[in-house]
């Protein structure tokens, strides 16, 4: 069973930056594509960013020009680097694998991001 655990988030003023990371048990990401979700208190999971097995990147709106997915196949491990953070970018950052609108792993525990304004 594919474990993914996730690291890198923390407290941080409106206008900075965080860098996510997300460790894979197995070698999964050069077959598959990678997404970073993200969960705000009241509210549902959301897509932010995934990558593809080739590196094609997508953003939702909100991050777009802000947040920059990559990924590491020799280390199984996917980055989500985060400038110019806001404070409705507070949630818990989770990553997962997954096949258009399907998430193929459970989730792991995330990792909380607060921004303070």
């Known amino acids: 069973q594919v ?7 923390g407290l941080v003023q409106a206008g900075g930056s965080l860098r ?7 070698s999964i990401f050069s077959r598959n594509e990678m997404g970073w979700f993200r969960q705000a208190p009241g509210k ?3 897509l932010v960013a995934h990558i593809t097995s080739n590196g094609r990147t997508n953003y939702a709106d909100s991050v777009k020009g802000r947040f ?3 990924k590491d ?3 199984n491990t996917v980055y989500l680097q ?13 990553c997962n694998e997954k096949a258009g609108l399907v ?3 459970s989730w792991g525990q995330g990792t909380q ?3 303070s304004s």
């Not at 985060?82 to 989770?94: F, G, I, Q, R």
């Open 73 to 75: 196949n020799a280390k």
């Open 103 to 105: 998430v193929l792993r």
């Open 20 to 26: 996510l990371s997300c460790a894979a048990s197995g």
């Open 44 to 46: 549902q999971r959301e």
């Open 68 to 70: 920059t997915i990559s």
């Open 82 to 94: 985060m400038n110019s953070l806001k404070p409705e970018d507070t949630a818990v950052y989770y």
């Open 113 to 115: 991001v607060t921004v």
């Open 3 to 9: 474990q993914l655990v996730e690291s890198g988030g």
